[in-house]
């Protein structure tokens, strides 16, 4: 079953390729009926190691024409790695930093020493790793944090107060939150500019509307006006920030990127499954995300209990951290007899080795912006289950999905089909590895980040603040 192409491969040469609707799917020709046993063609990806070095794709584009520039940044987040179960931003800003100090830039972090939902801490204190210098503030108040998800790092704003001067910008990975204040207060006091990149996160949305509300009104607006820039990821958010009354000036549209895998994951075949006890012919679903109801974990195992009936050789993986929702869904898969594995957070390695030996990747969210998790799925050359709605309008143009709404018998049916249709599979996948390679890769974010960092530190009035 685990039959998938080299997502280097280009897309042009399919060909006879036809459109059809069915029950809420876009689907593309027909392929032959899966035998449910292991075939042999070999899909050759990258091992991404546990340590953090990342480093540049060798097949996209080099940095030479920006290694003169040696831009200085801080960026401030409440969450940094090794912190990866707060979702896609936090490895966003791991990639995003190791990058910009890979490719010459002085490189600083704050953050919090918070490392799970839970509230579990690392210790407090600087460090330097991969030429980044990261400070990881105390945060105190943990029962604060478990019911209300604010961090308060005191020790942070004291620093806003001393200003260092050695930093030409400030760069903030959230938008609401004590410590993209401190950064606001720091960029103000130092009079230097400020990008604010809100990964999404500018619409309010997930309850707290009230206490998100009053937040904008306090310091919101003000990050706003003197942001120099704002990154969003696509014309969708940046609509939304329209809608906030944010000049259009002020605006930049920069997709996420992921580390386009490269030719060495041989190794890593066989290993998840292996680790799992799942055997070489059975039909591997996998969800990568946090395990909460907003996610569409529910109705994802009711989709996967009908595709089961029809296929018993059939397992779900759910991978990720919980957030408030693995419990009952293992109660649930238990009571309807399905069979699910839940290995929790992978990184590294691990993550690479799920993406390698799974058939089809599920994002069932309704509610998503641009998600990493499925960038990397399309990465390693995978066929995407998912609605409409939440993939990129690039994977949407390019067909590179088999988009189903967020519905049992919906995503049922997509799963059927392409555990049906070996062909289906390998279109679906290299057109997805292709829109990354074009549109989402790590050397594409950063050179827009580069570029935009060249922008504002050139601006007039750079050094003075910004205002509307």
């Not at 039959?3 to 029950?23: D, E, L």
């Not at 604060?144 to 942070?156: D, G, K, N, W």
């Not at 995978?382 to 939440?390: A, D, G, L, N, Y």
Request: with cysteine; hydrophobic share 40%.
């Amino acid at each position: 079953m685990r039959k998938r192409f080299w997502p280097g491969a280009s897309p042009s040469g399919i060909q006879n390729q036809s459109r059809q609707v069915s029950t809420g799917l876009v689907t593309r020709g027909s392929g032959d009926s899966a035998t449910g046993s292991p075939d042999h063609e070999s899909t050759q990806v990258q091992r991404v190691p546990q340590k953090h070095s990342l480093l540049f794709d060798r097949r996209g584009p080099a940095l030479g024409a920006r290694e003169s520039r040696r831009v200085s940044s801080l960026h401030v987040s409440p969450y940094f790695r090794p912190a990866y179960g707060f979702g896609g931003p936090i490895t966003i800003s791991d990639l995003l930093t190791s990058c910009l100090a890979e490719s010459g830039c002085r490189v600083g972090v704050w953050t919090s020493n918070v490392v799970d939902s839970t509230g579990a801490r690392v210790t407090a204190g600087i460090e330097t790793a991969d030429s980044i210098t990261i400070r990881r503030y105390a945060y105190f108040l943990r029962s604060l944090f478990q019911t209300s998800s604010i961090l308060l790092t005191p020790r942070m704003a004291f620093d806003t107060l001393v200003p260092r001067h050695e930093e030409q910008l400030v760069h903030l990975h959230d938008f609401r939150s004590f410590q993209a204040m401190c950064g606001f207060w720091y960029a103000r006091r130092c009079r230097i500019p400020l990008v604010l990149q809100p990964h999404g996160t500018l619409r309010i949305v997930l309850g707290k509307e009230r206490l998100k509300r009053l937040y904008d009104r306090l310091f919101g607006r003000a990050i706003l006006r003197y942001a120099s820039r704002i990154v969003v990821l696509s014309e969708a958010e940046a609509e939304e920030a329209r809608r906030l009354q944010v000049p259009a000036r002020k605006l930049k549209i920069v997709p996420n990127g992921v580390k386009l895998p490269g030719r060495d994951a041989n190794s890593l075949r066989g290993s998840f499954r292996r680790r799992h006890n799942i055997e070489g012919n059975v039909v591997l679903v996998l969800f990568m995300g946090r395990i909460r109801e907003s996610k569409g974990v529910f109705f994802l195992l009711d989709a996967f209990a009908r595709f089961s009936k029809l296929r018993p050789n059939s397992i779900l993986a759910v991978c990720g951290p919980d957030d408030g929702a693995a419990f009952l869904l293992r109660n649930l898969a238990a009571r309807q007899r399905v069979r699910v594995v839940m290995p929790g957070l992978l990184t590294g390695a691990e993550k690479s080795a799920a993406f390698v030996d799974s058939d089809i990747f599920c994002l069932p969210s309704p509610m998503e912006t641009q998600s990493v998790a499925l960038l990397e799925a399309a990465s390693y050359g995978m066929p995407i289950v998912c609605p409409q709605e939440s993939a990129p309008s690039q994977f949407v143009s390019a067909e590179a999905c088999l988009f189903a709404p967020p519905d049992a018998a919906a995503i049922s049916a997509a799963f059927a089909r392409l555990a049906d249709s070996a062909d289906m599979r390998r279109e679906l996948g290299m057109r997805a590895a292709h829109v990354v390679k074009e549109h989402f890769s790590a050397n594409r974010l950063v050179e827009d980040v580069l570029g935009l960092y060249d922008e504002v530190v050139r601006e007039p009035g750079s050094q003075r603040g910004h205002n509307w």
